[in-house]
């Protein structure tokens, strides 16, 4: 889901394990959580619910994920799931749930707690009934992918503060990539406390803006199995839709391989929303 800096250790993961979804990639673990209370591991199937993007009938924010899945894939993704309606709401309960842990992180300079604690939004949040996302990965990329897209307008499922959600989440990327482009993180984590400091950057993709943030443990956290998290996050509004594609993950995510592949991935996406799919 969002990928965001404040997370606690074990944190549930959405997808399932061999497709480790964002949601752990910015834990402070490596080790999963049970991805399905059931105890069935959802991410045994390589490509699930992939196919049903491509269908004529499907709708553009469905089409939209699906060409971008297909770009990820010709980049060797070829691990890729798609978030059933019970995961997405699943996800958008436990982001409510984070934010209590958000306001008990401690940030230095405490003028900039806020834009850290909104930097967990991202379209499969939005106020919308037409939102699609896709987890993708693959076994030589210690980290996972991300394709949502929301509905913003009342035509495409958006209610009535969709636009006001995407429109807020960017001033609070132009915020981060300012005043707060480098904030130390005192995450509590049961009995102890994970310190980290986090640096954002704006990048230029070729559509909409980006961000580049980076989390690396300071002071003792290395002790305490904090973890070094690197995100790229990609955002734009096309045709009346939230659209959002990030990477997660080890420092590699920084270079311009993975630069180039969210700008391409995500034109993909645009396309698909606008009918260009390979079925």
């Not at 995100?231 to 270079?255: I, Q, W």
Request: negative net charge.
């Amino acid at each position: 889901m969002a990928t965001t800096p404040i997370a606690h250790a074990n944190a549930p993961t959405l997808l399932g394990v061999s497709l480790a979804g964002l949601m752990v990639v910015t834990g402070c673990s490596s080790e999963p959580a049970d991805p399905d209370p059931s105890g069935t591991e959802v991410a045994t199937d390589a490509h699930r619910g992939v196919e049903a993007l491509l269908d004529p009938q499907a709708r553009p924010d469905q089409h939209g994920v699906g060409a971008g899945a297909q770009r990820a894939a010709s980049f060797g993704f070829d691990r890729q799931i798609v978030a059933t309606d019970d995961e997405i709401s699943t996800a958008r309960d436990e982001a409510n749930e984070r934010q209590d842990q958000a306001e008990a992180t401690q940030v230095s300079p405490s003028s900039c707690q806020q834009a850290v604690a909104k930097m967990d939004w991202s379209p499969l949040l939005a106020d919308s009934e037409q939102i699609t996302r896709l987890d993708f990965g693959t076994e030589t990329f210690n980290g996972a992918g991300t394709i949502e897209i929301a509905g913003l307008d009342a035509e495409r499922g958006g209610g009535a503060q969709a636009q006001e959600q995407l429109d807020a989440y960017q001033a609070t990327v132009e915020e981060l990539t300012g005043d707060c482009s480098e904030v130390d993180l005192d995450i509590p984590s049961g009995e102890t406390t994970l310190t980290y400091t986090m640096r954002s950057e704006a990048v230029e993709p070729d559509q909409g803006s980006g961000l580049l943030w980076s989390r690396v443990p300071r002071g003792s956290a290395t002790q305490q199995h904090g973890e070094a998290v690197t995100a790229l996050v990609l955002t734009t509004e096309h045709d009346g839709y939230a659209v959002m594609v990030s990477f997660a993950g080890d420092s590699e995510v920084s270079s311009e391989e993975f630069h180039t592949m969210a700008d391409e991935i995500l034109e993909a996406t645009l396309s698909g929303i606008d009918g260009e799919v390979n079925s």
